[in-house]
């Protein structure tokens, strides 16, 4: 089965300290990664797709990062606004009962404080 | 601008109702999905759509009901057979390409007492 676990569930950091979320998968031959930002009683926006190990991308104050075993989400000199909670999503691999579904992690509740 | 919308965004039942959550999308896109969330853990998903007139049961589709007749739309119906029905319910959206990333609506809170 398909699994997705973040760590920490809960970060508290001050303005400014820099930090890092992570997300392990076990799916091998991963699709699609995907990093998504949740605000209390929204829906989750997208920030990042990985596809490959190695892989980086960057959005202002973040920064995801690929390997072939987890994904990390590097926070740098976080501003209160940022306080949100990130999630992390995987694809189910082509071919098996899982294709086309999403599953994603449990989240990690990010509080910055100034 | 493309988005989104479901409605309403705060919804009470009462025990042993059917209640039906809109969800509309004008993003073009071929999937939708409906998804579950309930606090500590992830969204789980409980039914999805790759086209329309065709959908696939998700991990938790017991006690729920969809239709897929425009592309647009994708309602999801609460029936009285969900046993534990309060909860935050998520409707998306993405291209059917492999890799395309999900786009959320902003939720619907379903109390039912």
């Known amino acids: 089965e398909d699994q997705v676990t973040q760590s920490p569930e809960a970060l508290r950091l001050q303005e400014g300290e820099s930090s890092s979320l992570n997300c392990s998968y076990t799916v091998s031959g991963l699709r699609g990664l995907f990093w998504y930002r949740q605000d209390p009683g929204k829906g989750p926006e997208f920030l990042f797709t990985?596809?490959?190990a190695g892989e980086e991308k960057e959005k202002e104050r973040l920064k995801a990062t690929l390997t072939k075993k987890e994904s990390f989400l590097h926070i740098t000199a976080p501003k209160p606004e940022d306080s949100a909670t990130y999630l992390c999503?995987?694809?189910?691999?082509?071919?098996?009962?899982?294709?086309?579904?999403?599953?994603f992690g449990q989240g990690t509740i990010l509080t910055v404080h100034p | 601008d493309g988005g989104i919308t479901q409605s309403p965004k705060y919804l009470f039942r009462k025990e042993g109702q059917n209640v039906t959550l809109s969800c509309e999308q004008n993003?073009?896109?071929?999937?939708m999905y409906w998804y579950r969330q309930d606090p500590g853990q992830g969204l789980r998903l409980i039914y999805y759509s790759q086209i329309v007139n065709d959908f696939q049961k998700g991990d938790i589709a017991e006690g729920y009901s969809v239709s897929r007749e425009k592309k647009e739309s994708f309602p999801l119906t609460v029936t009285s057979a969900q046993k534990n029905p309060t909860a935050f319910y998520l409707c998306?959206?993405?291209?059917?390409?492999?890799?395309?990333?999900?786009?959320f609506g902003n939720g619907t809170r379903l109390t039912v007492t």
């Open positions: 998306a959206s993405s291209m059917r390409r492999a890799n395309s990333p999900l786009h």
């Open positions: 990985l596809y490959s």
């Open positions: 999503a995987q694809f189910g691999r082509a071919g098996g009962t899982s294709y086309g579904k999403l599953t």
């Open positions: 993003l073009n896109h071929d999937a």
